[in-house]
C-alpha cells in the first residue's frame, strides 16, 4: 500500500489528458499529410487529364464568376418546329470540270 499512497492521482490525469490532446494534434497532422501525400501521387502518377502541373510563367485571370440564373420553367417554353418547303436542288452528275 506504500506505492499507492505515492502516487498522486491529479498529475498523472493531467498527464494522461496532456498525452491524449498530443495523440490526437498528431493524428490530425498524419491526416493533413497523407491527404497531401495523395495529390502530389496524383500529380505525378495520375491520368494526363487528371494531372496539374502549375505553370509559374502563366498568369492568372482575376475574373469574379457571375451568380448563374434561375432555372428555366420548361413548361412556358415555346416549341419551335421547322417545316422544309423546297426540294433539294438535283445536281447533275458527270457535267463538270473533272469528269
Do not use: C, W
Amino acid at each position: 500500500m506504500e506505492l499507492a499512497s505515492t502516487i498522486d492521482f491529479r498529475s498523472l490525469h493531467s498527464l494522461y489528458e496532456k498525452e491524449k490532446s498530443e495523440k490526437e494534434e498528431l493524428k490530425a497532422e498524419v491526416l493533413k499529410l497523407q491527404g497531401h501525400l495523395q495529390k502530389l501521387l496524383q500529380a505525378v502518377y495520375g491520368g494526363k487529364s487528371e494531372r496539374f502541373v502549375p505553370n509559374p510563367a502563366q498568369l492568372s485571370l482575376d475574373m469574379v464568376t457571375e451568380t448563374p440564373f434561375a432555372a428555366t420553367d420548361l413548361s412556358k417554353a415555346k416549341k419551335i418546329e421547322y417545316v422544309k418547303t423546297e426540294q433539294p436542288k438535283k445536281r447533275n452528275k458527270g457535267t463538270g470540270a473533272y469528269s
